[in-house]
């Protein structure tokens, strides 16, 4: 095939003025490479692949040149690539790591002798890939795992097909588990087949290269894009795609409608190990493949590549509509649940080795509903988005292949042996302990305000993904937030407290985006300060619709979805030293925080049962930040104290306790500890964070 001048199915990225910027630093060049190819997702999924270049360095004790590999580090991602995420190898001692090799059974002991490797002692840690770069004689080498190209690796005449496009120019290896045996199969089959341009790996993917950065990068998309051309050639020739549609799908508006109402108890079953994040979506992918005549049969088959699986489970669980949209929906999921986690473990069961690790979760991570979309749920919201994005890739894999030939999935063993590899558990066994609020949602009222804002921040801080609903500040705040904590972990949506409705699609919009809510935190507040005399009823019904009936109606409506879940969940209300305390020209507002207080307690008392906790933190004097001390709070309460409002701050400190002025993050620690199972046996209580202020002493 000739090669191709213009790409319709990758991106062609290169920056020529860019590239003479980092001539005569290959390494950077190489850097620049890896960063534009993990840029296309078509060209490779998140954390995947890997990419290498070899250059001469001066050795540090002989002061002679030698050959020195670049490649991805060990979990790094080749979009985000920096050379501190790179391993640096001396190629010769890759080499004489042949003598050292003592067969497939001893695999795993070649990892640690990696190491005995390295050019910098402190560089990333070596990936099992190492060998597979290390042991090719090329300068610039791509590993990938593009759709189009593993559609034909997971083909049942994969190397047909794969002779039909690029004739003798490429080479095809069996399924392997990668390693270094992989490494010397592939420095074998470029032996055997001199000037071919790269190397299928059955059911994995591939492999290609150049003498420069921009010769393996050209040379990467060109052999990704002629894949992606064959297969489109073919859709629909043979027969229809996933054999035709078996039903359509529900209108936008249903699906979101239908995917919010199940997430909840989706959520709950799949976090019988620990609480789980979740993840939807209705990618016109997914629905063509969820509706099709094919689900049952291709889901059953599993995902072929390493790469999909490790994230996805080797099968999703399928739900059947019709049984969904019964009433007794719960007793369905329930048992279909069950019968996934009893298949999963007796494919344990079957599978394992003497030396295999424990079960893992047996819960599935994937979910696919014809007519609605994908379900996806893990440990953390950016772990579900991208389980679901794997599955996606997937689901272009079984079409491409289906397209071609006949679609063949792993072999249920070696899909096993993957998945419990030892050295993938020794890396799980590795990675930090999770923070004390990991895999839960928390849904914050008043968000974007100073005390709202600082409770989400510290939330944030502590692992939980965070809902900030107010009235304004909404695009700034998630802006910021998702700066400093991650784009998956930050959502901010309009809310009005009093209009039931509003409250609502905020409620839809956190369990669409993370499945549901654990943590609900009642901050939206205003203040009035006047005499009895001036206090209108328009004052008083404000307050008491904004705090009181505000707090009642986003109670309500998140323990109905709490109460879904199952798993618990904890409400804080933010109320107020004012609830305690009768002060001067205040009766609208303190009758309102003292309602807030009362309600607390019974809502502790109703929801015990429920393992719902409901805890009031009381501040006082939070000046700095704080939105109600923005309007005519301050000179209303200055004008009371007899002080400027320049004085406030100093006027407030000074009458508590420990003389100190109250700041918005003092009451989002107070928060946390109600929050994160630091009191998790405790519920109708109150804390007051005001400096001490002995009026205020609950007891």
Known sequence: ??????????????????????????????????????ADLRLTNYAGGNTSCKITETDPVTGQPVEVMWVKGSGGDIGTLTKAGCANLYVEKLHQLKHRYRGLAFEDEMVALFNHCLFDPKCAAPSIDTPLHGLLPFKHIDHLH???????????????????????????????RPGFDLGLQLEKVVQDNPGVRGVILGGHGLFTWGDTSYASYLNTLEVIEQAATYLEANYGKKRPVFGGAQRESLSPEERRAQAAKLMPTLRGLASQQRRMLGHFTDDARVLEFVNSHDLPRLARLGTSCPDHFLRTKIRPLVLDPEQVGQDDVQAYLEKEFDAYRQDY??????????????????????????????????????TARVAAEFYTNAINVMKGAEAVSEYQGLPEQEAFDIEYWLLEEAKLQRMPKPKSLSGQVAYVTGGTGGIGKAICEVLLQNGACVVAVDRDRLEETQTELRKRYGKDNALTAAINVTDAETIAESLRQSVLQFGGVDIVVNCAGLSISKPLADTTQADWDILNDVLVK????????????????????????????????????????????????????????????????????????????????EGDWAAGRAKAYGVSVEELPAHYAKRTLLGEEVLAEDIAKAVLVFVDDQLAKSTGNILNVDGGVAMAFVR
């Open 1 to 38: 095939m000739e090669k191709t001048l213009t790409f319709q199915h990758v991106s062609y990225l290169w920056d020529e003025a860019k590239a003479l910027e980092l001539a005569g630093d290959e390494v950077a060049l190489f850097i620049y490479r890896s960063n534009l190819l993990g």
């Open 146 to 176: 593009p759709d189009a190209l593993i559609a034909i690796a997971a083909s049942k005449d994969g190397e047909q097909i794969m002779k039909e496009i690029w004739g003798d120019t490429m080479a095809w290896l069996p399924w392997q």
């Open 345 to 382: 473990t007796a494919y344990y069961e079957r599978s394992k080795h003497d030396n295999s690790p424990a079960l893992r979760d047996p819960n599935p991570v994937v979910i696919l509903l014809p007519g609605v979309g994908m379900f996806s749920f893990a440990k953390d919201k950016q």
């Open 550 to 629: 505000g707090q009642f109606l986003v109670s309500q409506a998140a323990v109905e979805i709490l109460r879904q879940q199952k798993l618990g969940g904890s409400i804080v209300n933010i109320a107020s030293k004012n609830g305690l305390v009768a002060g001067p020209n205040n009766v609208a507002y303190g009758t309102a925080k003292a309602a807030q207080q009362h309600m607390t307690r019974l809502l502790a008392a109703e929801l015990g049962p429920d393992r719902i906790r409901v805890n009031t933190v009381n501040p006082d004097a939070v000046l700095r930040g704080s939105k109600i001390w």
